[in-house]
Structure formats: C-alpha cells, structure tokens
C-alpha cells in the first residue's frame, strides 16, 4: 500500500512549522559535516535483486487542479509557464527550515523561455538557466541568464532552418562533467557556462570531435566516470553514439544505422551495453519547411507514425554498432527512462511510457504508464510488463551512483490529469523492489518539476532532491529541498527565489 504524506500543506506553512531560518546550521539526522557531494570512484554497493511484480499499485486520488488556463491561448505561454525577460542577480537569499550544511555547491535548472514572449511549442523557446548556490546552510546567489545562442541574439524563434550545430536554442538539460558545466537542447552542439555565474561562454565541441549533435540526456557511468551520450540528426547519419572520458575529452564516435530520421531524446545504458529507443515519432522534412515559413499554420515537423514500428537496440557500451541486437515492441513513445541495468543475459529498462504523443487535440501524449522492458539478449525475447497506471509520474531522477546498474529507488515529479496543460504536482518516491510509494503532496496550486538527486556519503537513497516549486496561488518560486530518505516529511528547506522561476526541464549539480 502506498504512503501519502504531506496533506496538502503548502511549502511555506510546512517549513514554518520546522522553525528554522538562513543561519540554522543544523545538520539533519545524524550525517557528517562536510561529507562528499561527488559519486565514489569505486563500485557503488549492490542492492538486492528487484522482485518488482508486473501489477499496478493503489495510491490516493491525485489533487483536483484548481490552475486556470485560458484555452484560447497556448498554455506554454501562460501562468507559471509564461516566459520571463528579466535577466537577474541577487545574493542572502532567505531560507526557511534549515538547509544541510553539507551540500555545498551549485543547482543549475535549463528550460525554454522565447525571449520574444512568444513561441509556437514549449519545445521551442530559447534556453534558460537558473542557478541557485548553496554554502555551508545558507543560499548565497541566484543568478538566470539566457543561453546566448545565435536564435536568441537573432530572436529567430525556431530560426530560418531546422536546428544544428551551434544554431540550436540549447534549452533542455545542464550537464556538469570533466570540469565542464554544459547546457543541450534536443539537437546541435551543446553550449558551455561559465559556474560562477551561468553566463554562457560559447558553443562546444569536445575540441573538434563532435561534428553531429549532441542530446539532452547523457549518462555518466559510475565507475568508469565516462560520459555516454548520442545525437540524432534530420539527414544520415541519423543516429550517432559518442563516448566522453573523465577528463572531458571523447574517446569514441561513431554512426549508427537507423532507417529514418526520428526524436529519439533520451537512452539509457547498463555496466555493459548502451540501449536506445527507435520510436514512432518521425521527422517529416516537407512539414519541417512549412513549419520554418510560418510556425502558426499547424505543419508540426514530427508525426505520430506508428506504421513505422517500434523497437529497442542493444549494443557494446564502449561502441561498436553493427553487434547492435533490435527487440520490437508495440508501437509507444517514450520522452524519459528511468534506469537500465544487466542481470545475466537480460537487459532491463524502466521507462516512463505513453500509449502515443504529438496526436491532435492532446497536449503531450495519452495513456501513461510505468512500464518495465525485460530483453533476453539470449533467446531474442521481450517482456513489456506494467508497473503504474494510476499515480505514473514522470521527468524521473535516481541516485547517480545506481546509473546503468540494479537500483532500488525512483524519484519522479507527479503527473496530474489536465485536457488543457501539462500539470505538475509534487514529489513521488517509488520503491522499484516491492513497488510503495512515499509521496509528498503540495496541494493544487503548488508545482514542481524535476527532483535532481544529490547524493551524500552512504548507500543508495542517502542525499537530498532538489527542485524549483511554484506557488500559483502567490506567485513565489523557491527551490526546495527534501531529504531523500523521507519524502513524505516533505521539504527540511526552501529557498526564496527573488523573481518568478518558469517551469522548465532538466538540472545538474556542480559540486563546491
């Protein structure tokens, strides 16, 4: 059965209720000061073998929505959605409850924010990021800044071609490996900022090596410190796999076949294979040209084709695409994985699936689930085995240290029911071994986004999950923090932000 905690309490009232302030320099529980925020260099400990059933788990209702959206309008363009165009500074930023004194570092957030006010998708605004440091139990800056991008100078929108190279908006995920802090969007070359002040410093390429895209989802393997990543491309080579060491520097790329240009935005990889999803979302290069002439006539450049098939590849992680082994599946689309690991001849993935997406009259896609793929590299089959219905989630987070391995825990930002927008809630804690759930509700005008996992000395499920959180009922965004060993206390701490924070993607943690 799953645990409900929180009732509803908005964030302020519940971290009133703790007592602290900005100068409380109470650890919580009983972890050191100044304990490391980096991923060990050795094999993290293992868990015990998932013994997940393939059945749904009964929760609470989720809160009834009570955000106005105007569907006249479109709804990325309203509310806490809305773009801002204000680039600001501030340092003391007031705290409620106490935050750990051992998480010192920097929580970056990227989003798509059209510095025109207007944009013709959420996918399509300029980049964004927001950046809040954390030293010794006090926030010390907030800083936002614009990826400056050519589109962005240009205020090009979409821009007069499809996106690649350095003309892409770089407005989905911050990434911080080899010393470098990295902002991507969905193609072209990533962007790198500078940390002290999130201010861009100019598109990257790996020192030449990435002459193809990068995506918004890498995985940075625990024990090896490797940085995997692919792009995909609108003309061949559709699909290309690249390997970053520790150091920075990428060691390994290489084509893929693919038989057609599809959004492929996130994979996964195991302590031995890379795992990508071929998927019905196919880019349709003559509607891609009429969406660039005029971006309000409707001609979306990716269509919902489930003729096309569906299908998982499996291959060496450190490359080698033609041992590339495909599994077919039913027709879906996948935005988000939540982890991938190997137990003997099967590979296992855990995504956040939906039935289809980019269907008119839908806002994102239908039908979402918790899904677990099982692939027997052996005997060619495939088990595609329901975990969720009810309480799903989704823009899932887990402890770094588990990447690519047998896991225990999940964090994902609530999902609620809305024909009119894409509507965020609170904070769910999923238990992939026996299948509870630990859920901090925020009530119906408080919403969150992604919960970045910060680990701490110790084993899995020991750090901190951060996220911005917005209160539609006050205006007032903070970036709250709650101890990942129980999310059903809701927040130990939250921090004030001095202007309003537009829902946005994914974040990284560079640490002090």
Not at 254 to 280: G, K, Q, Y
Request: hydrophobic letters at 35%; glycine letters at 12%; proline letters at 9%.
């Amino acid at each position: 059965m799953a645990l409900v905690a929180g009732g509803g309490a908005s964030i302020i009232s519940a971290l009133n209720a703790c007592g602290g302030d900005a100068g409380n320099d109470t650890a919580v529980g009983d972890r050191p000061t100044g304990a490391s925020t980096s991923p060990p260099t050795v094999p993290p400990p293992a868990v015990p073998p998932s013994t997940l059933p393939a059945t749904t788990v009964q929760a609470t209702t989720v809160p009834a929505t009570t955000v106005p959206v105007d569907p006249s309008r479109p709804w990325w363009l309203q509310g806490n959605y809305a773009p801002i165009g204000t680039e600001a500074s501030a340092s003391s930023l007031p705290v409620r409850g106490s935050l750990p004194p051992e998480l010192n570092g920097l929580y970056v957030r990227n989003g798509s924010n059209p510095a025109s006010g207007d944009s013709p998708h959420w996918f399509f605004g300029d980049g964004m990021v927001h950046g809040v440091r954390l030293e010794g139990g006090r926030a010390t800056m907030y800083h936002n800044r614009f990826v400056d991008t050519p589109l962005y100078r240009e205020r090009a929108g979409f821009g007069e071609g499809p996106p690649g190279g350095a003309s892409n908006q770089s407005n989905v995920s911050a990434i911080w490996h080899g010393g470098k802090l990295l902002t991507s969007g969905e193609v072209g070359l990533p962007y790198e900022l500078d940390p002290t002040d999130v201010s861009t410093i100019g598109p990257y390429d790996f020192g030449g090596r990435l002459a193809t895209s990068f995506t918004a989802h890498p995985k940075i393997d625990p024990v090896t410190g490797r940085m995997h990543s692919f792009g995909y491309g609108f003309v061949a080579p559709y699909l290309t796999y690249h390997v970053i060491e520790p150091d920075g520097s990428m060691s390994h790329t290489e084509a893929l076949e693919l038989p057609r240009s599809v959004m492929m935005h996130d994979f996964a990889i195991t302590e031995s294979d890379a795992v990508f999803w071929d998927l019905p979302v196919v880019f349709d290069l003559e509607l891609a040209i009429q969406y660039i002439a005029d971006p309000t006539a409707g001609a979306f450049p990716y269509q919902w084709r489930p003729d096309a098939g569906a299908r998982i590849g499996v291959m060496p992680l450190e490359g080698g695409g033609a041992a590339m082994q495909w599994f077919d599946i039913d027709p879906c689309y996948v935005f988000h994985g939540i982890n991938a690991f190997r137990r003997g001849s099967e590979v296992i993935i855990d995504v956040c699936r939906l039935a289809d997406v980019f269907v008119e009259g839908e806002v994102l896609g239908n039908d979402a689930s918790l899904r677990r793929w099982t692939l027997d590299t052996d005997t060619g089959a495939v088990s595609d085995d329901v975990l969720e219905m009810d309480r799903t989630g989704d823009l899932p987070s887990r402890d770094p240290r588990r990447v690519g391995r047998d896991y225990r825990y999940a964090y994902l930002a609530e999902t609620r029911e809305n024909p009119l927008t894409a509507e965020f809630g609170g904070l769910v804690k999923r238990d992939m071994v026996n299948g509870s759930m630990e859920i901090w509700e925020t009530g119906p005008t408080v919403h969150s986004g992604e919960w970045l996992f910060v680990p701490m000395d110790g084993g899995e499920d020991e750090g901190y999950l951060l996220s911005f959180v917005h209160d539609e009922a006050t205006n007032i965004s903070e970036l709250v923090v709650v101890d990942a060993t129980a999310v059903g206390n809701g927040p130990i701490a939250s921090v004030e932000l001095p202007q309003r924070v537009p829902y946005g993607f994914h974040a990284t943690w560079v640490p002090a």
